[in-house]
């Protein structure tokens, strides 16, 4: 166990926290990009949905991480490899729902809106897999990708390969691919994922809180002790 003393110095705690990450979600490589996409490509992969985790949107345009995540779900749907995208992600940082944000784009972009799934209750990474599973679960679809940059999908491996019986793909942004679509650049209007009587989680939680929630202490495990998802 790892005890985080109230003076230590600020890398020292980001470098136990690090470490923590590390050794609940097990994981520290993924494989290429390049070679997921193209493997997918050749064996005619076809997932009923994909999973897209959220990021804050600031109310005046997407982030370059929102961007590089909802093209990437663009580009998945288009060549066919996703029949529909889940978007996952409440109003945790600011006060526009992440989920509706990136649907709103997503639509500009040409994925049709019954296409598009919406998961609103996550606030943390392993939260927006866990409610997306269990949407995909009533939505009555059998095979499902975490789609993401390389970086969030290391850190969540561990996790999806570990707590979910029916096994979860990772599809990594191929960054390469991504650069061919980066002239898309649709506007919104996104007072329609506007929440009202907003406070952010800063607000609601403390950090220590947060770091539980972002390690997957929330979820609300449907068999107890168990903490796994029954298969699909």
Same mark, same amino acid.
């Given at each position: 166990?790892?005890?985080?003393?109230?003076?230590?110095?600020?890398?020292?705690?980001?470098?136990?926290?690090?470490?923590? !990450?590390? @050794?609940?979600?097990?994981? !520290?490589?993924?494989?290429?990009?390049?070679?997921?996409?193209?493997?997918?490509?050749?064996?005619?992969?076809?997932?009923?949905?994909?999973?897209?985790?959220?990021?804050?949107?600031?109310?005046?345009?997407?982030?370059?991480?929102?961007?590089?995540?909802?093209?990437?779900?663009?580009?998945?749907?288009?060549?066919?490899?996703?029949?529909?995208?889940?978007?996952?992600?409440?109003?945790?940082?600011?006060?526009? !729902?992440?989920?509706?944000?990136?649907?709103?784009?997503?639509?500009?972009?040409?994925?049709?809106?019954?296409?598009?799934?919406?998961?609103?209750?996550?606030?943390? @990474?392993?939260?927006?897999?866990?409610?997306?599973?269990?949407?995909?679960?009533?939505?009555?679809?059998? @095979?499902?990708?975490?789609?993401?940059?390389?970086?969030?999908?290391?850190?969540?491996?561990?996790?999806?390969?570990?707590?979910?019986?029916?096994?979860?793909?990772?599809?990594?942004?191929?960054?390469?691919?991504?650069?061919?679509?980066?002239?898309?650049?649709?506007?919104?209007?996104?007072?329609?994922?506007?929440?009202?009587?907003?406070?952010?989680?800063?607000?609601?939680? @403390?950090?220590?809180?947060?770091?539980?929630?972002?390690?997957?202490?929330?979820?609300?495990?449907?068999?107890?002790?168990?903490?796994?998802?029954?298969?699909?």
């Amino acid at each position: 166990m790892i005890t985080i003393q109230p003076h230590a110095q600020p890398a020292r705690i980001a470098a136990a926290l690090l470490a923590l !990450v590390l @050794s609940v979600t097990g994981c !520290v490589t993924l494989r290429n990009p390049g070679r997921t996409y193209r493997e997918a490509v050749a064996r005619g992969r076809c997932f009923d949905a994909i999973i897209v985790p959220g990021i804050p949107f600031d109310g005046a345009a997407w982030s370059n991480t929102m961007k590089a995540r909802v093209l990437w779900s663009y580009i998945l749907y288009r060549k066919g490899i996703a029949k529909n995208v889940i978007y996952s992600g409440g109003a945790v940082y600011s006060p526009y !729902v992440e989920a509706r944000i990136m649907g709103l784009y997503a639509c500009k972009l040409g994925i049709p809106p019954e296409r598009i799934f919406y998961d609103t209750l996550a606030e943390h @990474s392993t939260e927006n897999v866990f409610y997306s599973y269990e949407l995909a679960r009533r939505l009555g679809f059998k @095979s499902i990708a975490l789609a993401t940059g390389y970086n969030q999908a290391i850190l969540l491996k561990g996790f999806v390969r570990k707590r979910f019986l029916t096994r979860i793909g990772i599809l990594p942004i191929y960054e390469e691919l991504l650069e061919e679509y980066s002239h898309l650049d649709p506007v919104i209007d996104p007072s329609p994922a506007r929440k009202e009587d907003f406070r952010s989680i800063t607000e609601r939680e @403390s950090f220590l809180e947060r770091f539980r929630g972002t390690i997957g202490k929330r979820i609300p495990w449907k068999n107890g002790g168990k903490r796994r998802a029954e298969p699909l």
